[in-house]
């Protein structure tokens, strides 16, 4: 009698079946911390958005749903109203409440926070009642629910109890109690986090909503992409999120594995250093290269992008003229072609820019594949033109505080939007650096007044075409200006056991809710 009474507690306790589902998933980049608020990298979304739920979510479908908000409304021009979802708890018990958003609001505002962005011009928000907040802007705003879906709610009491008010300051390698330990209401809890090595998340038995049969996921960092592959094969591994572009053929004829693809959100980029007037890591004879329009026309006309998609990427990606892919809302066909290779006008753009030598100066890079092989390509195709480069991969969490710090002059990246919209890539990596949430992520302090007006004037535009065309107007002055070289839409290619079902999502994220093993 006992032992039924016990089988029938643990099924209850298990989703869909009675027995435990350990999902072990490899990535090649650890999430860096545990801070939700410290830190903008995708890497870390793929883990803390387990943990830490948002007011505005996606569904499997990757179409808005509703998560900690049931509802939102804009009830003033400059005020959007969010009605809560009750009976909701944090991981340690407290119940979910009005406070926990508009201190979470504060917090992502604070100085130290590099999440700012999911605000686009908000001031602050306020408590209406125990489950309903309203959230201020500066400005009329009517992509902030969009931009919301990152936003990740922490306890008020919780972080007051252990003295993390404030996120951590990343860039500068801070740790807090923040850095190492959550509490939120997200279906996953943290039991484990080792740096560089593996994080652990339990399933949360007093979860709101609905999940997978996933009783623990274990997020493993295997750097090595041959590694990942033979521990695909041999069963040790369930999934892995990054396989080398070079092996996904032959993972797709492998028995017991799938390959599963889908168009991705984000780009891949090149960047340069507008804000010194001399070079400051390399040798252009005193002066700044990548100030002159000539240099920079130069520098796209000698990377063949053709290459680098058919013989990097094998194909697993795309490119056009702009920083955002075609998935991206604000994509137009004017952005379809990209510039020709010509290597013989480069060098007469180089000359007529007056460095008929060239010049030396120093890449920097994420040291994962295939950012790595991209930024190699990219180093020898600037070779040939005369432009000496020296490639300098380094691991992504080393990368980020660099540029983010604004100690790089040419530099490979990508950005993932995850509002889908173009406005959500516009805003923090191409207006100039203004006010909090505005160009935080415009590492090279890229600045030109009519990109701004274009996209000021879309941000407060409540008609959704006249919108649009702001925004693709400002997307055709960055073109034009060759503020960034796009290089890569890389497609998302999931690699899995055939016993894992998962909805592939184009912010390149696995949602463990979505996720079941047979």
């Known amino acids: 009698m006992h032992r039924l009474i016990l089988s029938l507690v643990l099924a209850l306790a298990l989703p869909h079946e009675g027995f435990a589902k350990v999902f072990r998933y490899a990535s090649q980049i650890d999430p860096g911390t545990m801070d939700p608020h410290g830190i903008a990298s995708l890497y870390n979304t793929r883990v803390v958005s387990q943990i830490y739920e948002v007011l505005v979510g996606r569904d499997e479908e990757f179409r808005v749903d509703p998560r900690l908000a049931l509802s939102w409304s804009l009830v003033e021009p400059k005020v959007w109203r969010f009605k809560l979802r009750p009976g909701v708890k944090f991981h340690d018990g407290t119940p979910f409440t009005a406070d926990d958003v508009v201190f979470s609001v504060e917090r992502a505002l604070a100085p130290t926070s590099q999440q700012k962005q999911t605000l686009p011009n908000v001031t602050g928000a306020r408590k209406v009642d125990a489950l309903t907040v309203d959230i201020l802007t500066s400005q009329p705003t009517p992509t902030l629910p969009l931009a919301l879906t990152n936003l990740r709610i922490m306890s008020k009491a919780w972080c007051v109890l252990h003295h993390v008010e404030k996120p951590l300051n990343f860039n500068a390698k801070e ?44 997020f493993l960092v295997v750097g090595s992409g041959a590694t990942r592959l033979s521990g695909l094969v041999s069963g040790e591994l369930d999934f892995v999120v990054d396989a080398g572009v070079q092996d996904v053929e032959r993972l797709s004829r492998t028995p017991g594995i799938k390959i599963e693809q889908g168009e991705g959100l984000g780009a891949q980029y090149l960047s340069f250093d507008f804000a010194h007037a001399t070079l400051q890591h390399g040798d252009a004879g005193g002066t700044n290269p ?107 969490n080393v990368l980020l505080p660099k540029v983010t710090g604004h100690e790089s002059s040419l530099y490979v990246i990508g950005w993932t939007p995850f509002t889908g919209d173009a406005e959500g890539v516009l805003v923090p990596i191409a207006h100039s650096p203004s006010a909090p949430g505005t160009g935080d992520f415009n590492f090279g302090g890229y600045s030109n007044a009519n990109v701004d007006s274009l996209i000021d004037r879309a941000r407060v535009e409540l008609d959704p075409a006249k919108r649009r065309a702001l925004l693709v107007d400002a997307m055709a002055a960055l073109d034009a200006d060759v503020a960034f070289i796009p ?19 184009p912010n390149d994220v696995v949602d463990l809710r979505f996720v079941d093993i047979d």
């Not at 809890?189 to 049969?213: C, E, H, I």
């Not at 290089?487 to 999502?505: F, G």
Request: charged share 20%; aromatic share 10%; glycine share 6%.
């Open 175 to 218: 740790e807090t109690f923040a850095t190492r330990n959550t509490n939120g209401t997200g279906p996953y809890m943290l039991k484990q986090w080792d740096a560089d090595v593996k994080t652990v998340l339990v399933a949360n038995p007093s979860y709101w909503g609905k999940r997978g049969n996933v009783t623990e996921a274990q």
């Open 290 to 396: 990548f100030r002159n329009l000539k240099v920079r026309q130069a520098m796209r006309m000698a990377i063949d992008l053709g290459a680098i998609q058919s013989k990097v990427m094998r194909n697993l990606s795309t490119i056009g003229r702009a920083i955002y892919s075609p998935k991206v809302d604000g994509w137009d066909a004017r952005f379809a072609i990209p510039t020709p290779y010509d290597p013989e006008r480069a060098r007469a753009l180089l000359k007529e820019a007056g460095y008929p030598n060239g010049f030396s100066v120093a890449l920097d890079c994420s040291s994962q594949a295939p950012a790595d092989a991209v930024g190699q390509a990219v180093a020898s195709m600037l070779a040939r033109v005369g432009i000496r480069v020296a490639y300098q991969p380094v691991p992504f």
């Open 487 to 505: 290089l890569v839409y890389r497609r998302v290619v999931w690699a899995m056991r055939k016993n894992v079902h998962t909805p592939i999502l």
